[in-house]
């Protein structure tokens, strides 16, 4: 433990490269985002392995982590999916709430219970309509229906 806080006190006095204006004592995070900086397009083990043929040992994993944390920093969101912009959630849109009661010219005959509410399966089996043939085209399909 001793040689450990030796060797940390002896560092102390260096100073980071970006204080020193990019001299030699490079961290190995500065190393990294230079890498990155030279070869965008490369992935974390591409990176690591480059460097570590340059002589500073690093493991995919800490590449990885670099670059997470310098775009969180910088605010970009790559890769990030979400609803899309002006998307609808559940009952939204639809002029009521999920489980009350629809017309009984919109519920479905035969269904189990008669009460003419609504099950769970036939919103979700109306939702994935919805996502496979699109708005419109769900519309079209209930007119051809209920005629």
């Known amino acids: 433990m001793a040689k450990k806080k030796q060797a940390r006190e002896e560092n102390k006095g260096d100073a980071p490269a970006s204080a020193n204006g990019g001299g030699l004592n ?21 990176i690591a392995d480059l460097l570590t043929s340059q002589g500073t040992p690093v493991t995919p994993g800490l590449v990885s982590q670099i670059k997470s944390n310098d775009s969180k920093k910088s605010g970009v969101r790559n890769g990030r999916r979400g609803r899309r912009k002006g998307s609808r959630g559940a009952g939204q849109g639809t002029g009521r709430a ?3 009661p629809v017309a009984a010219s919109q519920a479905r005959s035969g269904h189990e219970g008669g009460d003419g509410m609504l099950a769970v399966d036939d919103v979700v089996t109306v939702r994935g309509l919805a996502r496979r043939l699109g708005k419109d085209a769900l519309h079209q399909l209930v007119d ?4």
Request: aromatic letters at 8%; hydrophobic letters at 30%; proline letters at 7%.
């Open 26 to 46: 490079l961290t190995k995070s500065d190393k990294i985002r230079q890498a990155f900086k030279d070869y965008p397009d490369k992935k974390p083990k591409a």
């Open 144 to 147: 051809a229906v209920a005629d």
């Open 98 to 100: 999920l489980g009350q």
